[in-house]
């Protein structure tokens, strides 16, 4: 075919169009040739396989936005050529030509890297109890979050790196060099901070996803590890986003670090009269009809005493600290009602002795009361 009469022929015909429309509606059109093509690619290869490779749908359905973008491209390098366009509009669509070609390899390797991972983690579903799957996925969404950000810096700069106005801030990403890099580096010192304690976090695991955690004393779960931030469900649904170098450098508790299982403790305050063995042996028999005790821990002390009344504390385990939390607080409902009902004498009351004044005026009433008075008196 003899492109150079093909291309006379439409001078002729479309003579008193500008070449720079038809240079643009030349590129517009391949653009649109091309998201045709893949909208009737991924339908024919849907109605063909869809039902027997399921997994082939998933794939074209995670890989639509790269891939029409490289179709386009695509196109657009194979018309731009032939578009009679001067070097005013020629110069920028190649430049952006090129930044749209660096954009798409770095939006390949983020979905490289994205779909790898959730590959990955198909193996570990279940996250609640199984202290292995949590191992893995806490380091797969880790180190998934640094090689994004990875991907998107060195991305970046490659592109600002084609524009000679601003080339030198996209080195500046690549080594601190001069006063632009210093810069730089300093505003991004949080971040890399960030980054690099995300790295540590995921090699130690100091927390990992769901593990129940207590920080600036709010209690909650590990929901999420991004790449520079902590998200933690808190226990009436709040959220909480800590920076990720806080669990590097302040303490903070773990209450599922090696294992979910919690002992709980429940402490009341009764009388002195109060039947201690019998309370004891009341307690091991309620803890072993709940639903809530794992079976490990049941147990009851006096801890302490003053003037007043006497402080018993049970024990009492759990699989994970929301049933702990559950089953102390069934427990202290029913060793209250048990004291109420069964043993009123434990109950806490306060004692006086009262001695009746007596008849003479310099009588101050410091005679002692019989003995049968101070026992009516206690009683009361």
Same mark, same amino acid.
């Given at each position: 075919?003899?492109?150079?009469?093909?291309?006379?022929?439409?001078?002729?015909?479309?003579?008193?169009?500008?070449?720079?429309?038809?240079?643009?509606?030349?590129?517009?059109?391949?653009?649109?040739?091309?998201?045709?093509?893949?909208?009737?690619?991924?339908?024919?290869?849907?109605?063909?396989?869809?039902?027997?490779?399921?997994?082939?749908?998933?794939?074209?359905?995670?890989?639509?936005?790269?891939?029409?973008?490289?179709?386009?491209?695509?196109?657009?390098?194979?018309?731009?050529?032939?578009?009679?366009?001067?070097?005013?509009?020629?110069?920028?669509?190649?430049?952006?030509?090129?930044? *749209?070609?660096?954009?798409?390899?770095?939006?390949?390797?983020?979905?490289?890297?994205?779909?790898?991972?959730?590959?990955?983690?198909?193996?570990?579903?279940?996250?609640?109890?199984?202290?292995?799957?949590?191992?893995?996925?806490?380091?797969?969404?880790?180190?998934?979050?640094?090689?994004?950000?990875?991907?998107?810096?060195?991305?970046?700069? *490659?592109?600002?790196?084609?524009?000679?106005?601003?080339?030198?801030?996209?080195?500046?990403?690549?080594?601190?060099?001069?006063?632009?890099?210093?810069?730089?580096?300093?505003?991004?010192?949080?971040?890399?901070?960030?980054?690099?304690?995300?790295?540590?976090?995921?090699?130690?695991?100091?927390?990992?996803?769901?593990?129940?955690?207590?920080?600036?004393?709010?209690?909650?779960?590990?929901?999420?590890?991004?790449?520079?931030?902590?998200?933690?469900?808190?226990?009436?649904?709040?959220?909480?986003?800590?920076?990720?170098?806080?669990?590097?450098?302040?303490?903070?508790?773990?209450?599922?670090?090696?294992?979910?299982?919690?002992?709980?403790?429940?402490?009341?305050?009764?009388?002195?009269?109060?039947?201690?063995?019998?309370?004891?042996?009341?307690?091991?028999?309620?803890?072993?009809?709940?639903?809530?005790?794992?079976?490990?821990?049941?147990?009851?002390?006096?801890?302490?005493?003053?003037?007043?009344?006497?402080?018993?504390?049970?024990?009492?385990?759990?699989?994970?600290?929301?049933?702990?939390?559950?089953?102390?607080?069934?427990?202290?409902?029913?060793?209250?009602?048990?004291?109420?009902?069964?043993?009123?004498?434990?109950?806490?009351?306060?004692?006086?002795?009262?001695?009746?004044?007596?008849?003479?005026?310099?009588?101050?009433?410091?005679?002692?009361?019989?003995?049968?008075?101070?026992?009516?008196?206690?009683?009361?």
């Amino acid at each position: 075919m003899d492109w150079q009469a093909l291309t006379a022929d439409i001078d002729g015909m479309f003579g008193w169009i500008p070449s720079w429309f038809i240079g643009l509606t030349l590129v517009a059109g391949a653009i649109l040739l091309a998201l045709l093509a893949y909208r009737v690619a991924t339908w024919l290869l849907n109605r063909a396989f869809g039902t027997r490779l399921p997994l082939l749908s998933v794939f074209i359905e995670r890989t639509a936005g790269p891939a029409q973008m490289a179709l386009c491209l695509a196109a657009v390098a194979m018309v731009l050529p032939l578009a009679p366009l001067d070097d005013t509009i020629r110069t920028p669509l190649t430049r952006l030509f090129v930044v *749209a070609f660096i954009a798409l390899i770095g939006w390949i390797s983020i979905r490289i890297v994205d779909m790898s991972a959730a590959r990955y983690l198909q193996n570990f579903r279940d996250v609640t109890e199984n202290f292995v799957a949590r191992k893995h996925v806490t380091q797969v969404r880790v180190f998934k979050r640094v090689t994004d950000t990875i991907i998107v810096i060195i991305t970046v700069s *490659a592109a600002l790196m084609t524009f000679d106005s601003v080339k030198q801030y996209g080195v500046s990403l690549f080594a601190s060099a001069g006063a632009a890099g210093i810069i730089v580096g300093l505003a991004a010192r949080p971040l890399l901070s960030n980054l690099i304690a995300g790295l540590q976090i995921a090699i130690t695991q100091p927390i990992r996803i769901e593990d129940a955690v207590i920080i600036e004393n709010e209690w909650g779960w590990i929901e999420d590890i991004a790449s520079t931030y902590v998200v933690i469900r808190l226990w009436d649904w709040r959220r909480m986003v800590v920076p990720l170098s806080y669990f590097i450098e302040k303490p903070f508790q773990n209450w599922t670090r090696d294992t979910a299982s919690l002992i709980g403790v429940v402490a009341l305050h009764v009388d002195y009269r109060a039947d201690v063995p019998r309370i004891r042996r009341w307690l091991e028999e309620a803890v072993k009809q709940s639903k809530l005790w794992d079976g490990e821990v049941v147990n009851l002390q006096v801890i302490d005493a003053d003037s007043r009344t006497i402080e018993l504390r049970a024990l009492v385990s759990a699989r994970n600290a929301p049933q702990s939390w559950d089953l102390r607080c069934e427990i202290r409902e029913k060793l209250i009602a048990f004291i109420r009902d069964e043993m009123p004498e434990a109950l806490p009351r306060d004692r006086a002795i009262l001695i009746p004044s007596g008849d003479g005026e310099g009588d101050l009433g410091l005679r002692p009361a019989p003995p049968e008075r101070m026992r009516a008196s206690a009683s009361h």
